[in-house]
């Protein structure tokens, strides 16, 4: 799954490349910098099954968390506008919403009414980040999906 998110976001690259007559691959989409900052995505997707839920579970959910390489503050403003998880051909996509946080070191956001995909898959996930003008791609291969019984 990890060469299917980077043959994506190669491909992506490619596509926005032919238009300005200039081709470049991303040298890590597991980073990006934006705002003076390098930033690394992580990703925790839970599925409910606790006695209380429908025999076959709850939607998955998604908290996304972005943070600085070394430690630097979040620039402000900084924003995840969209998010897409990954399991073989099927995707999920949705609009974060941020997550109140007091440490500056990082952002949080969530997505909630997922797809009801098998606790214990693997996913690629990724996010576009963006602050004023900036925009960026950023991902996180091989995520797993977590069940709370």
């Known amino acids: 799954m990890r060469s299917r998110a980077l043959l994506l976001l190669a491909t992506m690259e490619l596509a926005l490349g032919a238009c300005s007559h200039k081709v470049t691959a991303p040298p890590n989409p597991q980073q990006a910098r934006i705002g003076g900052v390098t930033v690394s ?82 996913v690629d996930v990724e996010v576009t980040l963006q602050l004023g003008g900036e925009t960026r791609e950023l991902v996180a291969v091989q995520q797993l999906i977590r069940r709370s019984d």
């Not at 839970?46 to 579970?57: C, K, L, S, W």
């Not at 996509?93 to 946080?101: E, F, G």
Request: aromatic share 8%; glycine share 10%.
């Open 41 to 122: 995505l992580e990703a925790s997707l839970n599925r409910d099954f606790m006695p209380i839920t429908p025999p076959d579970g709850r939607p998955m959910i998604a908290v996304f968390e972005v943070r600085t390489v070394d430690g630097a503050p979040i620039p402000a403003g900084l924003e995840i506008t969209h998010a897409i998880v990954m399991l073989g051909s099927e995707s999920w996509h949705s609009t974060p919403t941020r997550l109140p946080y007091s440490d500056t070191g990082y952002l949080e956001a969530w997505s909630g009414d997922g797809p009801k995909w098998d606790p214990g898959a693997l």
